[in-house]
């Protein structure tokens, strides 16, 4: 009898804990899942796909069409990624969030950052498009510039990942001077970016005579574009001090 | 009185059973929100936070819990009204507690974020103003006790903002953060462990016969707050850096901050043991005060120790045997939470529930802990939290205090149809 006593009262606060346990704790609702590290996968796929570019730009040169294509679809492909991580951290983003950082800014800072795979991908498009053959006397001057203009968007993420440090910090002013530094040598490489576009915006101006008056208008525009690499990446950089400074 | 004689082993028994079994919902579900902060940023394992537990909820029951089970067991109704009918009272007491823990039960299968505390307060307020009287509340008590419920968060928020900022300001703003590290947090387990005895000594140790002086107090507080910290620093002086860079080595702060999170886990479970127990066992001692004295109310007692001692083996029981599971369930949740904010949340927290215990206040532990967390967003620590939780928890209120009310009154009405008056 007085173990059938204890047996049941044992049932009882075994059925009574299974209860309590299938709760849904508050603390589950209170911490949210951070959007720092899809922000950062998102710019990581978006630095990936400018990095692409330099191998993409230097088959484009050889007239390696068969490993342009490839590389241009992997270029396209991690664009479509692109979008997709974008899609998904604006759906997780409700304004209920209270964050460390504007909504707004955050997403300003996306939109910045998504602007660059968007750019690579119309440089692959136009340059399979037109087959566009980049002439000799440019090449030299077109791997310079290529090369210096995909340089930021890595300064770019590099910066991005401080975040976390950033927000653990509660962001210490050490942790602010250190992305701020950051993003003035961001800031310094674009700079070097701009003079090599401008070498060879100058150089095509000199041989443009020789070429065909179509080829020229849309070689502009491609050396246009690629400079513009350095240049959204360099938005990502401003936009992430807006993100700091408050 | 005929009542009380010819029922009251039953009654107590049942009292017993009913507060040991709320003890255990305590312990298997609030005690885990308590230490959910400290496992969920990875500063020790479940194994480590139920030993904690364990140790401490037991301790701060035992050694600090009084003051709260006194408000619970007689600040809230006026017993002089009861006099001549002792046995409505045990009813009362008893309904509550069955009102408390189904109410527990029913937030718990829809997943709400009800207080155990608030539960039992409005259960208490609910069977003395419809079973009894209005005027058998003292509703200037439960005023205080209601108004407490929004200054602790707020206060445990406040903290937790400005414990943050001189986080920022002494140890991620200096030179060499993990030298400040080490230098400067043992500073803070000095206060926490001096507020801590503080109350113990001054509040809590009555019943077990102690009287200590307040002058005695304040150099017994110092003491064991010192020896804290000298543990403090021997802790600290045994963790090396494992990576060097020359940027900040945050790495090894946060693995200083991990190790202060297990004293400031001790004292999140202090805190809830010597405010919590109370809803379970406050009660119980209130059932146990009339029976023992055969119909006496008011009689001048203090909680009998095994009430107390009943209380924590029951928040134990229900720890050891179930919390782990929620917290695990808890712990994988919190990523988001480093060790650095989840220390300044649990100091600001376990210091706030701690002096609500010291001045009788029964105050949610939960909710307390919520507003000490959002302190540390407010100073941009946490990624993102949703403020939604806020809302929720108002509407908890809402519905908690009348749903355990209605609750207690039903069984109140049943206790006395089973027992009879008289």
């Given at each position: 009898?007085?173990?059938?006593i204890?047996i049941?009262?044992?049932?009882?606060?075994?059925?009574?804990?299974?209860?309590?346990?299938?709760?849904?704790?508050?603390?589950?609702?209170?911490f949210?899942?951070?959007?720092?590290?899809?922000?950062?996968?998102?710019m990581?796929?978006?630095?990936?796909?400018?990095?692409?570019i330099?191998?993409?730009m230097?088959?484009?040169?050889?007239?390696?069409?068969?490993?342009?294509?490839?590389?241009?679809?992997?270029?396209?492909?991690?664009?479509?990624?692109?979008?997709?991580?974008?899609?998904?951290?604006?759906?997780?983003l409700?304004r209920?969030?209270?964050?460390?950082?504007?909504?707004?800014?955050?997403?300003?800072?996306?939109?910045?950052?998504?602007?660059?795979?968007?750019l690579?991908?119309?440089?692959?498009?136009?340059?399979?498009?037109?087959?566009?053959?980049?002439?000799?006397?440019?090449?030299?001057?077109?791997?310079?510039?290529?090369q210096?203009?995909?340089?930021?968007?890595?300064?770019?993420?590099?910066?991005?990942?401080?975040?976390?440090?950033?927000?653990?910090?509660?962001?210490?002013?050490?942790?602010?001077?250190?992305?701020?530094?950051?993003?003035?040598?961001?800031?310094?490489?674009?700079?070097?970016?701009?003079?090599k576009e401008?070498?060879?915006?100058r150089?095509?101006?000199?041989?443009?005579?020789?070429?065909?008056?179509?080829?020229?208008?849309?070689?502009?525009?491609?050396?246009e574009?690629?400079?513009?690499?350095?240049?959204?990446?360099?938005?990502?950089?401003?936009?992430?001090?807006?993100?700091?400074?408050? | 009185?005929?009542?009380?004689?010819?029922?009251?082993?039953?009654?107590?028994?049942?009292?017993?059973?009913?507060?040991?079994?709320?003890?255990?919902?305590?312990?298997?579900?609030?005690?885990?929100?308590?230490?959910?902060?400290?496992?969920?940023?990875?500063?020790?394992?479940?194994?480590?936070?139920?030993?904690?537990?364990?140790?401490?909820?037991?301790?701060?029951?035992?050694?600090?819990?009084?003051?709260?089970?006194?408000?619970?067991?007689?600040?809230?109704?006026?017993?002089?009204?009861?006099?001549?009918?002792?046995e409505?009272?045990?009813?009362?007491?008893?309904?509550?507690?069955?009102?408390?823990?189904?109410?527990?039960?029913?937030?718990?299968?829809?997943?709400?974020?009800?207080?155990?505390?608030?539960?039992?307060?409005?259960?208490?307020?609910g069977?003395?103003?419809?079973?009894?009287s209005?005027?058998?509340?003292?509703?200037?008590?439960?005023?205080?006790?209601?108004?407490?419920?929004?200054?602790?968060?707020?206060?445990?928020g406040?903290?937790?903002?400005?414990?943050?900022?001189?986080?920022?300001?002494?140890?991620?703003?200096?030179?060499?953060?993990?030298?400040?590290a080490?230098?400067?947090?043992?500073?803070?387990?000095?206060?926490?462990g001096?507020?801590?005895?503080?109350?113990?000594?001054?509040?809590?140790?009555?019943?077990?016969?102690?009287?200590?002086?307040?002058?005695?107090?304040?150099i017994?507080?110092?003491?064991?707050?010192?020896?804290i910290?000298?543990?403090?620093?021997?802790?600290l002086?045994?963790?090396?850096?494992?990576?060097?860079?020359?940027?900040?080595?945050?790495?090894?702060?946060?693995?200083?901050?991990?190790v202060?999170?297990?004293?400031?886990?001790?004292?999140?479970?202090?805190?809830?043991g010597?405010?919590?127990?109370a809803?379970a066992?406050?009660?119980?001692?209130?059932?146990?005060?009339?029976?023992?004295?055969?119909?006496?109310?008011?009689?001048?007692?203090?909680?009998?120790?095994?009430?107390?001692?009943?209380?924590?083996?029951?928040i134990v029981?229900?720890?050891?045997?179930?919390?782990?599971?929620?917290?695990q369930?808890?712990?994988t949740?919190?990523?988001?939470?480093?060790?650095?904010?989840?220390?300044?949340?649990?100091?600001?927290?376990?210091?706030?529930?701690?002096?609500?215990?010291?001045?009788?206040?029964?105050?949610s532990?939960?909710?307390?802990?919520?507003?000490?967390?959002?302190?540390?967003?407010?100073?941009?620590?946490?990624?993102?939290?949703?403020?939604?939780?806020v809302?929720?928890?108002?509407?908890?209120?809402?519905?908690?205090?009348?749903?355990?009310?209605?609750?207690?009154?039903?069984?109140?009405?049943?206790?006395?149809a089973?027992?009879?008056?008289?």
């Amino acid at each position: 009898m007085g173990t059938n006593i204890i047996i049941l009262a044992y049932n009882a606060a075994d059925i009574f804990s299974e209860i309590l346990m299938a709760i849904s704790p508050l603390f589950n609702q209170l911490f949210s899942r951070s959007p720092i590290a899809p922000m950062q996968a998102h710019m990581k796929v978006a630095c990936q796909a400018a990095t692409e570019i330099q191998g993409y730009m230097d088959a484009v040169m050889a007239g390696d069409w068969d490993l342009a294509g490839k590389l241009g679809a992997g270029i396209n492909k991690l664009e479509g990624d692109a979008d997709e991580l974008k899609r998904k951290i604006r759906l997780t983003l409700p304004r209920s969030l209270f964050m460390p950082v504007s909504r707004t800014d955050l997403l300003e800072l996306l939109h910045a950052q998504d602007r660059i795979p968007n750019l690579a991908k119309h440089i692959v498009g136009l340059t399979s498009g037109r087959q566009m053959v980049i002439p000799e006397a440019l090449v030299p001057a077109m791997r310079e510039l290529v090369q210096w203009s995909v340089k930021p968007s890595a300064i770019a993420l590099e910066a991005l990942n401080e975040l976390d440090e950033l927000i653990t910090t509660g962001f210490s002013g050490k942790e602010v001077d250190l992305i701020s530094a950051m993003i003035t040598r961001l800031g310094e490489v674009e700079h070097e970016a701009d003079i090599k576009e401008s070498e060879i915006t100058r150089l095509l101006y000199s041989v443009e005579k020789t070429l065909d008056p179509v080829d020229v208008m849309f070689l502009y525009r491609v050396i246009e574009w690629v400079g513009d690499l350095a240049d959204k990446s360099q938005t990502v950089g401003n936009r992430m001090l807006y993100l700091i400074a408050r | 009185m005929g009542v009380i004689e010819d029922y009251g082993s039953t009654l107590l028994l049942l009292a017993i059973l009913f507060g040991f079994f709320m003890a255990w919902g305590v312990g298997a579900n609030d005690v885990a929100n308590a230490m959910g902060t400290s496992v969920g940023s990875k500063a020790i394992t479940i194994k480590q936070a139920i030993l904690i537990a364990m140790v401490f909820e037991f301790a701060g029951a035992y050694l600090a819990g009084g003051e709260v089970t006194s408000t619970i067991r007689k600040g809230i109704i006026d017993p002089e009204l009861l006099a001549t009918s002792p046995e409505l009272l045990v009813y009362g007491m008893m309904a509550s507690l069955l009102a408390a823990g189904t109410w527990l039960m029913i937030a718990s299968i829809y997943g709400w974020p009800v207080s155990t505390t608030h539960s039992i307060v409005g259960a208490i307020v609910g069977f003395a103003s419809v079973g009894i009287s209005v005027d058998a509340v003292k509703w200037g008590a439960v005023g205080e006790i209601v108004s407490s419920w929004v200054v602790s968060p707020v206060l445990a928020g406040t903290m937790a903002f400005i414990i943050s900022l001189s986080i920022r300001r002494f140890i991620f703003g200096a030179p060499d953060a993990f030298v400040a590290a080490k230098r400067y947090l043992p500073i803070y387990l000095f206060f926490v462990g001096y507020m801590i005895s503080m109350v113990t000594l001054t509040k809590g140790l009555k019943h077990i016969g102690l009287e200590i002086s307040f002058a005695e107090s304040l150099i017994y507080s110092a003491s064991v707050a010192f020896i804290i910290m000298i543990l403090g620093f021997i802790g600290l002086s045994r963790i090396k850096r494992v990576t060097r860079s020359d940027q900040l080595d945050l790495v090894n702060v946060e693995r200083i901050f991990a190790v202060m999170m297990v004293f400031t886990a001790c004292s999140m479970a202090f805190a809830h043991g010597s405010n919590d127990v109370a809803n379970a066992i406050g009660p119980l001692a209130a059932v146990n005060g009339i029976i023992s004295s055969g119909g006496e109310i008011g009689a001048k007692s203090a909680t009998p120790s095994w009430i107390l001692l009943l209380g924590g083996v029951g928040i134990v029981a229900g720890l050891a045997l179930y919390g782990y599971r929620v917290m695990q369930t808890i712990g994988t949740h919190i990523t988001e939470l480093t060790p650095s904010s989840g220390f300044a949340a649990e100091l600001a927290a376990a210091t706030t529930v701690v002096v609500a215990s010291g001045a009788s206040l029964p105050i949610s532990t939960t909710h307390t802990l919520v507003g000490a967390v959002l302190g540390v967003g407010m100073a941009r620590g946490i990624a993102a939290l949703n403020l939604r939780v806020v809302g929720t928890i108002f509407v908890s209120w809402l519905v908690t205090l009348p749903a355990g009310a209605g609750l207690s009154i039903m069984f109140f009405y049943l206790f006395k149809a089973i027992f009879g008056t008289g």
